[in-house]
């Protein structure tokens, strides 16, 4: 009797590892079938490697921190551009790709267009807003500076909001420069090239343009860059003037003529006109392109976006009163 109950209880130990076995093949089957539906095929060598790096943990933020840095130990600025390079053969070798900002931010999709003309002229599509024929332009070279709460590209839209708010038509460049750059394999101190490609289109598209600002944030210390105005703490703004072009007089004239605008309203509100020539800047920012362009720097990092809009509050009734007496 003993052995019959041994052999019993042995059997059914066998069937209960037998069905649960049976159980994890069917829930295999069942993921495989789904992966199998949700399968696509991917048609070129460009689209595989897009996918990976837009799906792998390089996009994740603290891995790429950390593997960003491993690599510039090794002197690869970008391993991401590494890979694209060596596996897409789409585009030859100098050829400039546009790449403007995405429309669908949920796919992170982007538009390119890697047209050269002979004459080395790109074709640049702008992703601007047009409500009337717009008088002012706006456009942030350094697109990755950021504020506590903001950045850059948040203060240029907003700007272009308070002066249409105002009567003065305008446009923002909504262009993805850093994602040209990177495309591009463009490093830091090359920035002002690849936003000049904007701006030429820019110009050629609108003739009527009263006023171009390349919108910044500095590094000053906040103590240096903040004040009270109306009760309210306001970034100061610090005018940016490069030298180092022939007309550069042209530029520094209606730098000067703003800051005295707004010197004339607010005296603790600019921090002057800084003018740069010499090694280690650039010395044109792109000042060279139209005698309307200024480069303004909002604030600095340690400030906050709120002041920020205070200033961009002030500073649009400032352009407005240029404009009106440009029109007259």
Do not use: W
């Amino acid at each position: 009797m003993k052995k019959y109950f041994k052999s019993r209880r042995r059997i059914n130990v066998l069937k209960i590892f037998k069905s649960t076995m049976y159980v994890f093949l069917l829930m295999g089957i069942l993921l495989l079938s789904k992966n199998l539906l949700n399968f696509k095929l991917i048609e070129s060598n460009r689209e595989f490697i897009d996918y990976l790096l837009n799906s792998s943990n390089l996009v994740n933020s603290n891995f790429k921190t950390n593997f960003d840095y491993l690599f510039k130990k090794t002197g690869v600025n970008n391993p991401s551009n590494m890979i694209k390079n060596v596996f897409t053969t789409e585009y030859e070798k100098g050829d400039i790709i546009i790449m403007n900002y995405a429309e669908n931010k949920e796919q992170n999709e982007v538009e390119v267009n890697n047209e050269v003309e002979q004459n080395n002229e790109v074709e640049v599509t702008n992703k601007v807003e047009q409500n009337n024929e717009p008088i002012v332009y706006i456009y942030n070279t350094h697109q990755g500076e950021e504020y506590v709460g903001g950045n850059v590209i948040n203060g240029g839209r907003l700007l272009k909001e308070k002066l249409d708010s105002v009567g003065v038509p305008s446009i923002f460049e909504e262009a993805d420069i850093l994602d040209f750059m990177r495309v591009n394999n463009y490093n830091h101190a090359q920035s002002y090239i690849a936003s000049s490609y904007y701006i030429k289109e820019t110009l050629n598209n609108f003739n009527n343009l009263k006023l171009i600002i390349d919108f910044h944030r500095d590094s000053a210390p906040k103590s240096s860059t903040t004040t009270v105005i109306n009760g309210k703490e306001c970034a100061r703004v610090l005018f940016v003037v490069g030298l180092e072009h022939d007309n550069y007089k042209v530029n520094l004239d209606l730098a000067n003529k703003l800051n005295n605008m707004i010197n004339s309203k607010y005296s603790t509100l600019s921090r002057g006109v800084m003018q740069k020539e010499g090694p280690g800047v650039n010395g044109i920012y792109n000042q060279n392109l139209s005698s309307n362009m200024i480069l303004l720097e909002f604030g600095a990092e340690e400030n906050t976006f709120l002041e920020v809009s205070n200033t961009i509050d002030l500073i649009k009734d400032i352009i407005k009163e240029y404009i009106d007496e440009e029109k007259n």
